[in-house]
T-cell receptor, first 109, second 114 residues
Framework: GQNIDQPTEMTATEGAIVQINCTYQ??????LFWYQQHAGEAPTFLSY??LDGLEEKGRFSSFLSRSKGYSYLLLKELQMKDSASYLC??????????WGAGTKLIIKP | NAGVTQTPKFRVLKTGQSMTLLCAQD?????MYWYRQDPGMGLRLIHY???????AKGEVPDGYNVSRLKKQNFLLGLESAAPSQTSVYFC?????????????FGEGSRLTVL
């Protein structure tokens, strides 16, 4: 079966750096997405990786290793507003998105 | 620019009642999706559409029906609501650009079935 694994919850300190990992086992691979979802709100797009390596976008970076079935989202200079759930999703060989359950990130002052 | 709009935002139903959730997008997107989100689980695809007049089943289609009569609208129907259908429902759309395929989500519809 297809599976996306992420930690359920993480805690970090304002101003620090946090890395959220995602491992996947899917039928084929056509890209990996990270979305941010604040409590009670809709998911919003953060990043997309289809080739191995690091994609940087401001304070957020996303890394992909297709051979290891692994990605991480790196958040730098954490702010209180970064408290949210972070969803990892993989597009499979049928171009369907398989979603992880999300990682709830708690930022403490 | 409204993006993706869902109505209603909240609804309480009794077991056996029927209802329809409406999703409207103003971005001229071809692809539209209905997901449900439950605690501790990833988003699960109910039904989707790759263009006006087309629909297809997703991962969890049982108990739901959909229609896409107009390109901008995607309707999700619950024929006979069950407590297991208590969930948050999200509609999403994308142009279908497989280079990114970024999804744009509606605000969600919170449904409780008693």
């Amino acid at each position: 079966g297809q599976n996306i694994d992420q930690p359920t919850e993480m805690t970090a300190t304002e101003g620090a750096i946090v890395q959220i990992n995602c491992t996947y086992q899917t039928s084929g691979f056509n890209g990996l997405f990270w979305y941010q979802q604040h409590a009670g709100e809709a998911p919003t797009f953060l990043s997309y990786n289809v080739l191995d390596g690091l994609e940087e976008k401001g304070r957020f970076s996303s890394f992909l290793s297709r051979s290891k079935g692994y990605s991480y989202l790196l958040l730098k200079e954490l702010q209180m507003k970064d408290s949210a759930s972070y969803l990892c999703a993989v597009r499979d060989s049928n171009y369907q998105l398989i979603w992880g359950a999300g990682t709830k990130l708690i930022i403490k002052p | 620019n409204a993006g993706v709009t869902q109505t209603p935002k909240f609804r309480v139903l009794k077991t056996g009642q029927s209802m329809t959730l409406l999703c409207a997008q103003d971005m001229n997107h071809e692809y539209m999706y209905w997901y449900r989100q439950d605690p501790g689980m990833g988003l699960r695809l109910i039904h989707y559409s790759v263009g006006e007049g087309t629909t297809a089943k997703g991962e969890v289609p049982d108990g739901y029906n959909v229609s896409r009569l107009k390109k901008q609208n995607f309707l999700l129907g619950l024929e006979s609501a069950a407590p297991s259908q208590t969930s948050v429902y999200f509609c999403a759309s994308t142009q279908g650009d497989f280079d990114t395929g970024e999804l744009f989500f509606g605000e969600g519809s919170r449904l409780t079935v008693l």
